[in-house]
């Protein structure tokens, strides 16, 4: 597909990118720097597979530089969301070709969001069963359930010798995805799900090899990282942090430390691209004090840095501008507003979309949302 970015390699001003640059992702080229944010949606079946209109939704949205899909669970024991996708049976698997089909006749490139939620599955996808986690600890709030939100349940505290399972599913899942026609991974350790319980210390008090230091918090999504890289290839995978602040009640004590260190091993592997969701003081969804930590990660991170939270057009163009960033994520604009890229450059009025549709099983405030022209 011949967008109104895809002409050309670089902006007039070669030594200042800006969101209608083209950007090299590992082994895809990006057309511009407007990718589109994991954001669930709820539109599988009951079964977790996805639906026919998953793929006219991802097509429409096929002019962003990347998309990122909606988060996908890794296997039945990580996944507590309703009628989210999964990518650990055939039959999701197979559902899933029909989308990255459409999407890649639509000119567009997509990305798989591998997901296991940890502490925050409620027990009732587990068959009663506790969820698991770092440690035994419980999520605050209330679970997403068929049945309505319930409280969550304290988790069971994985055994050692359950990781190397954790690792083989989230391998599992990016064969599956690779199988289904996706153009690469993002592994999901932000926002308090099952990686960001190991790496912070108010969720991670194990006292083995998988706790206590910075270093050992770091261990699973390392060896995650490290066996997802062989299996599809660093160069197909990404990494998703939620650095600063608290998520779904998991914070770390000293942030600044852990996730240049988390970051830096990354480096190491030679992931594609990490993200960072970083709320500000005034943010729409999640707010805090806590300084952004994208300026220290860019000192150890040198592969494509994307930054995500609250931007708009302007202050993506000034991340860009400043080095820090070389992508920015957009998730709520891009549910109303197909064409976001589009829009932005030409500077298109936007469009506002409907919360109240934001998890519903229809069409309506899905597919239903027209383009500019």
């Known amino acids: 597909m011949e967008t109104a970015w895809s002409s050309g390699s670089r902006s007039s001003s070669a030594s200042v ?36 209109r998953m793929a006219r939704y991802y097509a429409q949205r096929a002019s962003a530089g990347l998309i990122l899909t909606e988060a996908t669970g890794i296997s039945r ?41 940890g502490r925050v599955v409620h027990p009732d996808y ?8 770092a440690s035994a600890t419980t999520a605050p709030n209330r679970a997403h359930t068929y049945d309505g939100k319930k409280p969550y349940a304290e988790a069971r505290a994985l055994e050692a010798s359950e ?9 599992h899942a990016a064969k599956n995805a690779r199988a289904a026609g996706f153009d690469g991974v993002q592994i999901h350790a932000a926002n308090g799900y099952l990686l960001d319980q190991f790496l912070r210390d108010s969720s991670n008090k194990r006292t083995d090899a998988y706790g206590g230091s910075i270093e050992n918090r770091i261990r699973l999504l390392r060896e995650v990282a490290e066996a997802v890289a062989t299996a599809v290839g660093a160069e197909r995978m990404g990494v998703r942090f ?4 608290e998520t779904q009640g998991v914070n770390d004590s000293h942030p600044e430390a852990l996730f240049p260190a988390a970051a830096k091993v990354l480096q190491g592997i030679g992931i594609a691209f990490l993200e960072l969701r970083e709320p500000g003081r005034d943010g729409t969804f999640g707010k805090t004090d806590v300084p952004k930590l994208s300026p220290l990660i860019r000192e150890v991170f040198t592969n494509p840095l994307v930054l995500n939270s609250d931007y708009t057009k302007e202050t993506a163009e000034a991340a860009l501008a400043s080095g820090v960033a070389d992508a920015i994520t957009f998730g709520r604009l891009f549910l109303a507003n197909p064409d976001l890229p589009a829009r ?30």
């Open 344 to 373: 932005l450059l030409h500077g298109l009025p936007l469009a506002k979309d409907d919360m109240a549709t934001w998890y519903s099983q229809g069409d309506e405030g899905y597919t239903d949302y027209p383009t500019a022209g």
């Open 163 to 171: 990781l190397p399972g954790i690792v083989k599913d989230y391998v």
């Open 126 to 133: 587990l068959e009663g069963a506790p969820p698991v986690s």
């Open 17 to 52: 990118p800006t969101l209608q640059d083209p950007l090299r992702i590992g082994l895809i080229t990006a057309p511009n720097r407007v990718f589109m944010a994991p954001l669930t949606r709820g539109r599988a079946t009951r079964e977790h597979v996805p639906t026919e």
């Open 242 to 245: 939620s650095p600063n602040g």
């Open 77 to 117: 024991q990580g996944l507590g969301w309703p009628y989210a996708p999964g990518l650990y049976t055939d039959e999701q698997r197979e559902a899933w070709r029909p989308v990255t089909s459409a999407v890649h006749a639509a000119g567009g490139r997509i990305f798989a969001q591998l997901w296991h939620m």
